[in-house]
């Protein structure tokens, strides 16, 4: 059985990704290419919201996200 990130994209196991940086979402959320899914590391989403998290909520929304963080 998939997981739910497979059955929402089917092609993520052979899609292209990239690691993100804010200053960088202009640009994404303008043309991303060929990107099917990005990584963040979690700490830099555990604020109070604000822009960040907010952008993060763009990326998911279209987006596959694979999420890093201390353990």
Do not use: C
């Amino acid at each position: 059985m998939p997981d739910a990130a497979t059955a929402r994209f089917p092609s993520l196991p052979h899609a292209p990704g990239v690691g993100y940086k804010p200053q960088h979402f202009q640009d994404i959320r303008d043309n991303a290419g060929a990107v099917k899914w990005f990584e963040i590391h979690a700490e830099n989403y555990m604020g109070d919201g604000g822009r960040p998290l907010a952008q993060l909520r763009y990326l998911a929304e279209k987006y596959a996200i694979s999420v890093h963080g201390p353990l």
